[in-house]
């Protein structure tokens, strides 16, 4: 297997940022990791994962749809996408690479959506594997290995040197385009430490939660179940869990005149906010349960019911650590599988 020294990471950030725009995993002030644009001298964060998914990249916060520009009774429809160049994602953890199979089963079906595709089709997606997983993790439950992660291609480290493999075509051109910095190496202390994360993972404290008890055929008794209003009871509908989620894809699309013309945008929305889904006549989910209810079910019954059996969460653990009152997916799948 091809690799570098960790020590020579800079070189080889370097190396990509000449070719292509590269996005790495840095520290913030705040002891926070995110994504940023790559400069010389930035470092890759030692922190398991970022505040934010990588799911930015291809399904942005906020985003330019369509501009139109109006005199009298001309219209002139206006494409505003820029996003043209390559650009690689490195350090994608394995439960985030994950969520693009989630996202890509949403936005790529038909119709369509050609904004995330143009963004899929430039991207390359640079895995890595976990060493020191967290206590909050559980993408083991959703048949994630966290050693082996997905993407385009995967990188792993032994404490002195990143190991690569290439999981695809798009991945192999990748490692092709360093491959001068690379050399072959020795993966006898890289499979000792891949050995000791699984035994790590075993023994983590969310290693035995199972989905064998949620799926499409679970919709009546779940949805019926009066636990959502013990569950959702303190909830306070700040959207944080759906925000952090490298899985949550809602979104509403608005038109802002400008003066002297007409945008659409996208921008996220939240299942757990008060005017999600307000319509016309008014909203069909009047109650904070019933948004509450809604989110849980779509994760764990109806995104299933209608993908063969794939959950709609990777097990990250963000929400388990973001929401201010400690309610979070684990929590849910618990309380109903003891009704």
Known sequence: ???????????????????????????????????????????????LNTVRSAKDFFFPQTESLVDFKVEGKNIEVIDPRKECEDFVV??????????????????LADPVDSYYKNRRDHGTIVTMACTRPAETCFCGTFGIDA???????????????????????????FIDSISSLLEEGDTAKL????????EILK????AALSTENFGGDKLNEYFNSDKWGE????????GTCTFVCPTCQCYDIKDFDTGH??????????????????????NPRLTQLERFRQRFMHKLVYFPKNN??????VGCGRCLSKCPISMNIVKVMKALEEK
């Not at 490195?90 to 936005?107: E, H, M, P, Q």
């Not at 569950?231 to 700040?238: D, F, R, V």
């Not at 063969?308 to 969460?313: A, I, S």
């Open 191 to 198: 499979d000792e430490v891949q050995s000791k994360t699984r």
């Open 203 to 206: 023994k983590l404290p969310l």
């Open 231 to 238: 569950l959702s009871e303190s909830c306070l509908g700040c």
């Open 261 to 282: 013309g007409i945008k659409r945008f996208r921008c996220w929305d939240s299942c757990m906010y008060s005017d999600f889904t307000k319509m016309a006549h008014g």
């Open 90 to 107: 490195f350090g994608v953890r394995a439960c985030d690479a994950r969520s693009f199979t989630i996202l890509d089963k949403v936005f």
């Open 1 to 47: 297997m091809l690799k570098i020294a960790i020590d020579s990471l800079g070189e080889l950030f370097g190396k990509i940022a000449s070719a292509q725009t590269l996005y790495i995993p840095a520290d913030r002030p705040d002891g926070e990791a995110e994504y940023r644009k790559y400069e010389p001298g930035m470092k890759l964060t030692g922190r």
């Open 308 to 313: 063969d059996g794939e959950f709609g969460c």
């Open 147 to 173: 050693t082996a992660p997905e993407g385009d291609a995967a990188c792993f480290s032994d404490g002195e040197s990143i190991f690569f493999k290439a999981n695809n075509d798009k991945g192999q051109r």
